[in-house]
Nanobody, 118 residues
Framework: QVQLVESGGGLVQPGGSLRLSCAAS????????MSWYRQAPGKEREWVAG????????DYADSVKGRFTISRDNAKNTVYLQMNSLKPEDTAVYYC???????????WGQGTQVTVSS
């Protein structure tokens, strides 16, 4: 049974930081590219960041470039998203996914809420 479980979301003030984690099981994690997506209320799901299976390459949406960092630890079957300089428009449910590339998804987690507000 494939599982992706996100954690680390919460409430933070503008300019603050959060670190999200996604724990994977039920598939060969080290062979999959991993990505983070987000979805705000009433909006379409948006791709945020991706990382190759080895961790050798990353890519980011223009809206988060320079503020967010994706990383992975294949020994722990875990992918991370470090979010700095958070803005109210970053408020969304954040999802991790696994796929053949970091622009496609075979598996999805159930999400973790991030709220940026003063």
């Amino acid at each position: 049974q494939v599982q992706l479980v996100e954690s680390g979301g919460g409430l933070v003030q503008p300019g603050g930081s959060l670190r999200l984690s996604c724990a994977a099981s039920g598939f060969t994690f080290r062979l999959y590219a991993m990505s983070w997506y987000r979805q705000a209320p009433g909006k379409e799901r948006e791709w945020v960041a991706g990382i190759t299976s080895s961790g050798g390459s990353t890519d980011y949406a223009d809206s988060v470039k320079g503020r967010f960092t994706i990383s992975r630890d294949n020994a722990k079957n875990t992918v991370y998203l470090q979010m700095n300089s958070l803005k109210p428009e970053d408020t969304a449910v954040y999802y991790c996914s696994a796929g053949r590339t970091y622009y496609s998804s075979d598996y999805w987690g159930q999400g973790t809420q991030v709220t940026v507000s003063s």
